[in-house]
């Protein structure tokens, strides 16, 4: 499993034996398998395990069944599960360029000095650590189209009211802005960190050639942010796929199947309908695409890293 | 004079959906069920009153479940951290590129698909509705969260002093305990954070696994929500409950947090 | 989420559909073999002194109240009660957990009978109650199967005549209806179905925020509320031979009117209301009428929680073409059958459903007593706080009741596929197209279910 890419030898006189690596090596190895083991009980099995049990019609309560493929097969034409999959990349593609846009807009901001600026931060940063659940419950109410809080201030300064998560349209999107609130900062602290991190000469010398703030940014700022950028949008994407909390508890997939993504169907699956089987199969299903979104986005991220 | 007006303009629209949230859902906690039900609604309450949150300590053990929290994210951290650094020097020196993958991918997984397997297993050891059972299941999340920080923070240690120190004869381990350890300290501060609050804010293990002995603070927070009744209230003053120690950790060690995170997230995988 | 039905063995199921589409006649009779308790065994309270059970309730105000009284049962038994209120979703998932576990840790149990009771039963995860109701040295004279409504022992009598559980609790579905909105439009309680819709258009004035009518539209909890039409014109669920019956003309003509009322005279978003935002519009004078379980009494008439005080019409499900029915659910409980404490587990069976306790229940307004008795003697009582209207309502609507989910396993896979179809019309969906999708996708559920 692990690699040793040749860690380069140090060059001083005394060079160590090529046993001496290999001891390093072991010793290295064995302090990554308590970790491991835990990786391959409390991980690795279930995984086994949902395999295992997609091959089977299994209700809790019921005896199981072989079927194979058949539960993949029932997947394929299930219209509501296809929507799903569809609702899960909206979402996902609202949760995760919405937060890099404000991130790094608050990342500017927040990158100059100015007084308070520790105290603001941390105000900024607050709603990364709140209790998703607990939040929601509150955005539940805030959403409410005739009591909501929400709408009052959208009223209040002349705009019409909305009916945010009570409307087939505007439920994913505003299911995404409690996605928004929660993560942005998120993307924020990784963006901060990479602009602390920004050499500053190369913007002395450009402004003595006279570029403007703008151009900074594009030329300088941006290519060098970038993959700081990246690695939020991995972080982004995993999590924004797979939320369920927020979706749980505000909308619990509705109105109708309007916000219900794969993770609230697997849900209903598994812990409304007991279906077990056709569970796993959805976990299975859902695995692979995650997997798939995460190594496209680090091959874009490798890509980058060559190119810079 | 317009650029600095301006910019503070910025930090107020940037700063203040934060704060709004959690100022209402104070003003809930601390309204009574008329006033949270009103429209338009009521914002600074006319005669405060903290019934909510002595009836949500009265009706629903908040105590015991605060507690079960405390014992359930902290020893799943603990664990973490126990295997996680270590784990984390090891892939981080062998550059076990594969290895941090994996746990990448235990990242990416969503935490419903653990359920049922688990579950069966702990049924098989007669673990649930334990605290055990808990901690297990919480290791889902605060395993990879900490050898995911470490193996990235480890990478951005110049491997100098290490290699010295192994040269003059000290072992792999000594080296790690000696040399890396100590100069990782804001990486492990990082790392016993965020696995702690993931593990904090946990809903669907405590929600699924737990029963009433056992139950952590996020499902009890839900489980306010009652039939037939309206309870903003209490829910707001519940959800406050939960919430605040996580803020209070977060306001303090603010620093940390920024320095730790934006290392081990950019470093690893 | 009140809403109540029973359900039986699978090979029990034809006939029980005849019965529950036959309505409130086929609640009659009580299978031989249930005797009703005797009055002169020597029964001691005290026979299970130090031990201990623990209860798993749903957190409701029937789960509310027991919890409360609880030190009474520990005092009059020395039995020791560890207790559990969970909200009704959570309760449903982990006892099917638990149960599956085999090793379930409680011992009584409440179950909602709409969606448990079938669930439960075909797993033979209750015990049977017979033994104990047949030894006198067990039953309390106080337990008299002639004073409970016969719509609640038709849900804890199984066909076969095992008794599963004791019921507490009947939820037959109301109108909720705001008087003064009614009078300032000069408009009196709707009659009928045509009536209510007529009455709903010209109550809403959206200019002053305020609705015609408002019912769940959430996918899900929504059912009830199109059962309630269903039942009303003549509709059922299932026929005797498991096809589902879904697709009707009676069926898509509910749907229309369900359609009608949330989407004309609804509020805003009310595709996404449960018990909860309906309430809570009609506390506020927003809603002119709401439909849903006769347990919502004691909010509406708290001053603390609701402007309306005083001001509620409790209104009996208004005729439909072909029949006047209220929809009719149901709660109680019962014993693990895994439970190695039966004893002392029955024993809270029967205190939990004692007259004190169903006197209770209606002086709080918590819930619609299954015992007739309880009727008489809360009014009695000097500190009887429900309406006089409301107790009227529930008497008049129990005895309409029918119902209001069809008896089969995968009850929650039902109400999830329908819900969804409704919800869809509020946005405008065809209800013919709905429903004959709906009943598409969900007679292989159903199917398998009896197959299995």
């Known amino acids: 499993m692990a690699t040793l890419s040749a860690s380069p030898a140090p060059a001083e006189p005394g060079v160590p034996a090529a046993g001496f690596f290999r001891r390093r090596r072991r010793a290295l190895r064995l302090m990554t398998i308590p970790a491991l083991a835990i990786v391959a009980a409390v991980i690795v099995f279930p995984w086994l395990f949902t395999v295992y049990m997609s091959a089977f019609d299994w209700r809790i309560g019921s005896v199981a069944h ?109 299911l995404v802005m409690v996605e928004v609130w929660h993560w942005t900062p998120l993307v924020m602290l990784i963006v901060l960190g990479g602009l602390a991190s920004l050499p500053t000469e190369p913007y002395e010398s450009a402004r003595l050639d006279g570029a403007t703030e703008w151009q900074l940014f594009r030329h300088i700022t941006f290519p060098l942010v970038l993959p700081f950028l990246l690695v939020a949008a991995v972080i982004r994407t995993i999590d924004a796929v797979k939320a369920f909390d927020t979706i749980y508890v505000i909308s619990q997939g509705g109105p109708g199947t309007a916000s219900e993504t794969i993770n609230l169907y697997l849900y209903l699956q598994a812990f409304a309908f007991y279906n077990i089987g056709n569970a796993s199969a959805v976990v299975v299903v859902f695995f692979v695409i995650i997997l798939a979104l995460a190594l496209l986005l680090l091959y874009v991220r490798q890509r980058a890293k060559w190119s810079a | 004079m317009l650029r600095r007006a301006a910019f503070a303009c910025a930090i107020g629209i940037i700063v203040s959906p934060a704060i709004m949230v959690f100022l209402w859902m104070l003003s809930l906690s601390l309204k009574n069920e008329l006033d949270n039900s009103t429209y338009p609604p009521i914002f600074i309450p006319s005669a405060p009153t903290l019934s909510n949150y002595t009836q949500v300590f009265a009706d629903n053990s908040m105590g015991l479940y605060f507690l079960n929290s405390l014992i359930v994210s902290g020893g799943a951290t603990l664990i973490a951290l126990l295997v996680g650094i270590p784990a984390g020097y090891g892939i981080a020196r062998l550059q076990a590129h594969r290895t941090t993958v994996l746990i990448l991918i235990a990242r990416m997984t969503p935490a419903l698909s653990f359920l049922i397997p688990l579950f069966t297993v702990f049924q098989l050891l007669g673990l649930n509705n334990t605290l055990t059972a808990l901690v297990i299941t919480h290791l889902v999340i605060t395993v990879p969260i900490v050898v995911y920080i470490m193996a990235g923070y480890f990478e951005t240690l110049p491997r100098e002093l290490e290699e010295a120190a192994l040269i003059d004869g000290g072992s792999v381990f000594t080296t790690f305990r000696y040399v890396a350890l100590p100069l990782a300290r804001p990486g492990v501060v990082v790392g016993t954070i965020l696995a702690f609050i993931f593990s904090w804010n946990n809903f669907v293990f405590g929600a699924v696994l737990a029963g009433r002995a056992t139950r952590t603070l996020p499902a009890a927070v839900y489980n306010v929500l009652t039939f037939e009744q309206l309870a903003w209230g209490p829910l707001a003053a519940a959800a406050i409950v939960v919430t605040l120690p996580v803020l209070l950790l977060t306001i303090f060690i603010q620093k940390e947090i920024v320095a730790g995170l934006t290392a081990g997230g950019v470093k690893g995988g | 989420m009140t809403d109540r039905t029973n359900s039986t063995h699978p090979d029990a199921l034809r006939r029980r559909l005849l019965q529950a589409g036959a309505g409130a006649a086929a609640l009659g009779a009580l299978p031989a073999g249930v005797p009703a308790a005797m009055a002169q065994a020597p029964f001691d309270w005290k026979r299970f002194k130090g031990e201990k059970i623990e209860v798993f309730l749903v957190k409701s105000p029937r789960g509310d109240l027991l919890t409360k009284y609880h030190k009474e049962f520990e005092d009059l038994t020395g039995i020791t009660v560890g207790s559990e209120m969970v909200p009704e979703q959570q309760q449903r998932q982990k006892a099917v957990i638990e149960f599956n576990s085999g090793n379930p840790s409680f011992d009584v149990i409440a179950l909602s009978y709409h969606v448990q009771k079938r669930q439960f039963a075909k797993n033979n995860w209750m015990s049977d109650l017979r033994p104990f109701l047949n030894d006198k040295s067990m039953t309390t004279p106080d337990l008299d199967f002639a004073d409970f409504a016969k719509g609640g022992l038709f849900y804890a009598v199984e066909t076969d005549g095992r008794v599963m559980s004791l019921p507490l609790n009947l939820d037959p579905w109301v109108v909720y209806w705001n008087k003064e909105l009614f009078a300032a439009k000069n408009l009196a309680f709707p009659k009928t179905f045509a009536e209510m819709v007529d009455s709903a258009a010209k109550l809403n004035d959206p200019s002053k925020g305020v609705s015609g009518f408002v019912a769940r539209g959430l996918k899900n909890a929504n059912v009830p509320v199109w059962s309630s039409f269903l039942l009303g014109y003549g509709g059922s669920f299932i026929d005797a031979n498991g096809k589902l019956l879904t697709d ?23 595709a996404g209301f449960n018990w909860n935002e309906s309430q809570s519009l ?136 329908f819900g969804v179809a409704l919800t869809n019309m509020i946005n405008g969906a065809d209800p013919a197209a709905e429903l004959k999708k709906a009943t598409a996708e969900f007679q292989p559920v159903l199917d398998k279910s009896e197959k299995a």
């Open chain 3, 282 to 417: 009609f506390v506020q004078g927003k809603a002119a009428m709401w439909l849903d379980g006769i347990g919502f009494a004691q909010p509406l008439e708290d001053p603390a929680k609701s402007r309306i005080v005083g001001k509620v019409g409790y209104g009996v499900m208004p005729a439909g073409p072909k029949a006047q029915v209220s929809a009719l659910f149901a709660d109680g409980e019962g014993i693990s059958a895994q439970s190695k404490k039966k004893g002392p587990a029955w024993f809270y069976l029967q205190w939990a459903s004692n007259k004190a306790n169903q006197t209770r229940m209606l002086q709080a307004a918590a819930g619609a007593p299954v015992r007739n008795s309880a009727y008489a003697a809360a009014q009695q009582s000097s500190d009887f706080k429900a309406p006089k209207e409301w107790v009227e309502c529930m008497l008049k609507s129990a005895s309409i009741a029918q119902p209001g989910l069809p008896v089969i396993a995968p009850v929650t896979e039902f109400r999830d596929v």
């Open chain 1, 66 to 174: 072989f079927v194979g493929l058949a539960n993949y097969v029932s997947l394929a034409s299930n219209q509501r599960f296809l929507e799903a999959i569809g609702h899960t990349f909206y979402f996902t593609a609202l949760a995760v360029v919405v937060p890099l846009l404000l991130g790094t807009a608050a990342a500017l901001v927040f990158h100059r000095e100015f007084k308070g600026r520790g105290v603001l931060r941390a105000i900024f940063t607050m709603p990364m650590m709140a209790t998703p659940v607990a939040v929601a419950l509150v955005w539940t109410m805030m959403f409410h189209p005739q009591q909501g809080v929400l709408n009052y201030l959208l009223t209040s300064v002349g705009l019409p009211p909305s009916l945010w998560v009570y409307s087939p349209t505007f439920v994913i999107p505003s």
């Open chain 3, 248 to 270: 009707t003309p009676e069926a898509i003509e509910a749907g229309r009117m369900y359609q009608t009322l949330l989407a004309k005279s609804g509020p805003q978003g009310v």
